[in-house]
């Protein structure tokens, strides 16, 4: 089911169409955004290598990891980084964001990650980010006709920066672009007024919700009767999408979902690898 | 009985107020004895004469000094909207209160068609909502449609309403949000072709014969007389647009097409400047329309624009906007996504509106809902009616359904139908759905009531 947001991404928007947009949204409740976040950018990435998506590029806008986390993550799932300069490029808004550090920029971030990075040192301007966006991923695809996708970490990071109306303008005129096939970005809604929740809503023609498994367990005193239930709660949870389809219909997907951690290291704050999978949820 | 036909053809409106003191009866035979009157006048005046407590009224004014609360309104095409209508209803010499259409007269300018209470009316571009709306949207009036984040059908709604009035030839002044507002056009439906008509025309005569008795409400208002049930008016008045087919590029190359961006500026001024300077060129005189026109606004809260969290001034501006309309022969279309304003800003913008429509998607394989609804395979959204324009009168327009689905015929032909619940087996008491058959899911048993 989770699968089918990837592929709806990797066929991307019909020629005169804005693209589909994909907003995927957590809580303090079902911290479990990311995981998801990073599972459909390993997922595009993988279809973009194999060649069957309509984008031939991905810019990743990086506000909450530096480049090097999405360099290691994509090796961890076996994507070759050698020939990641094709079709792959991260904008650096984590490390620097805000102009203060130029004198650190060499020893940020590995040799590796700055290859197939470059910085973006003023996050409040967002024009001039729209600008390195399209700047970057028209330098992937080149001159043709062909399209990249744009994954933002974290939209929450980037109106922390920027006025709402400037935030969904960039996004707005991102998916109205010729030579975007698909954009995805995550949002955690508790940081913000449901306003702002709604506007990304608005603008999304998917929005992927992640929600705690046990509803009930979530904001009670921690005793040992709901102690197991909020264990559970931050092992899998609920994935929720709405999709809007071209006919003006509204799909609804229900799936549960697990979050599978390798290795020793099961430190929720510091997991540094983790895997997350998705089954029909059984009623 | 018609109302008498004078050698202007104009309506011969007759008003009358009822202070509380005079008796029913005494008005119904006063009204009848005027109504023999006009039969006899050749002038399309008459006055009635009545004790002080109740005015004396010429037709041409009475429109206008309709005040009281237990007035009737009668301008022989208006059905009688009284309390007192059942009594009315009882003698058949007051069957002249009844609408009369055939008195009806078209107005000179195309696409724009003459109402009751002195209104004018043009299409919306979607004939079924027309029907609705008591003939289309009033000259002069601001109407508002509630978008639903989470289905672009008010989009539908504006591509009919623009191509409509670039088919006839009515100037445009369409505002969006997006970098290149121009594009739009490009999307707007063009008329269906007559050979498509013919053979619409075919199929129904065809399916007469397969209607279901039990769904006799959807057929009703096909076999009573309309005004713009005539084919050649219902052609210049309101299109069929396929849905599919673009809108010829000389169309909206030739004509009057102002296309407004909203998104880059700071704030509504310039949009409110742009609508002032349209709506000059289109200030009503005595009556007189030369030319229609159009104003279409879409997402006018749109998050992406810097005055979406400016609620005052936009308020303000739908103020300045509707009175500035009111004045004119145009009608004002704005579209708005209430999930993005807060509760109070959005019931002051329904408050504002003349006409207030709302859209809404359905759930995609629903079903529940395919179970409920008769023809749910084949709706794309609904269609909610909350406010009618009335203008020039107190009278409500009293819809007898306010919600309807949206349905895309063969995907090229906007229809909008009442809801109609799907047939229930009554031996097992669940829903056989919309396939209309009898077999399958139903069950043999006896009925139990």
Known sequence: ?283 | MKAAQTPHKKEVPCVFGRPPQLPITKIIRLSAALLARHRRCSTPTAALSLPPRVCSLRPESLSCRLSTIYSWHFTGKTKLCSVDAAMATTKPRLSSFSRNLSAVSSSQTPGVKCGPNGTMFVSSGIADLDKILGGGFPLGSLVMVMEDAEAPHHMLLLRNFMSQGLVHGQPLLYASPSKDPRGFLGTLPSPASLKHDKSRDRESEQEKGLRIAWQYKKYMGENQPNFDSHRDNKQDYCNEFDLRKPLERHYFTRQRVNCVGIQDSKNLAALQEHCASFLAQHQRNDGSCALAGRIAIQSLCAPQCEHSNMDWEMLSFIKSLKGMVRSSNAVVVITFPPSLLSLSSTKRWQHMADTLLSVAAIPDEDKELAKLLSGYQDMVGLLNVHKVARLNTQVPLILEATTFSIKLQKRRFLVLECLNQAPVDGSSGSSYGTSGSCSGSSKAGTLDF
């Open chain 1, 1 to 283: 089911m989770a699968d089918t947001i990837c592929r709806t991404l990797r066929d991307g928007g019909l020629e005169g169409e804005h693209a589909p947009a994909l907003t995927i949204k957590d809580s303090k409740a079902s911290p479990f955004g990311f995981d998801v976040f990073n599972y459909v950018l390993t997922q595009l990435s993988n279809y973009i290598l194999a060649g069957k998506s309509q984008s031939r590029g991905l810019v990743v806008v990086a506000y909450s990891r530096s480049p090097s986390f999405y360099v290691d993550l994509l090796k961890r799932r076996g994507i070759d980084i050698a020939s990641s300069h094709d079709w792959i490029h991260i904008l650096d808004c984590y490390t620097d964001p805000l102009g203060w550090k130029n004198w650190l920029i060499d020893k940020d971030i590995s040799q590796e990650a700055s290859s197939l990075s470059s910085f973006c040192q003023d996050v409040r301007n967002l024009d001039k980010l729209y600008s390195l966006i399209i700047e970057q991923g028209k330098g992937l695809i080149g001159q043709g006709k062909d399209r990249f996708s744009i994954a933002i970490d974290s939209v929450s990071e980037m109106v922390r920066h920027a006025s709402i109306s400037s935030v969904a303008g960039i996004l707005s005129n991102l998916r109205s672009h010729d030579q975007v096939s698909s954009i995805f970005w995550l949002l955690h809604s508790d940081l913000h007024e449901i306003k702002f929740t709604s506007v990304l809503e608005y603008l999304s023609s998917m929005v992927a919700s992640v929600e705690p498994f046990n509803q009930a367990a979530f904001g009670q005193r921690v005793d040992l009767e709901n102690l197991s239930m909020l264990e559970q709660n931050f092992r899998k949870g609920k994935f929720h999408v709405r999709f809007k389809r071209r006919n003006g219909r509204v799909r609804v997907m229900v799936i549960s979902m697990f979050l599978y951690f390798c290795g020793e290291c099961a430190d929720l704050l510091y997991r540094k690898s983790s895997y997350i999978y998705f089954t029909p949820l059984l009623v």
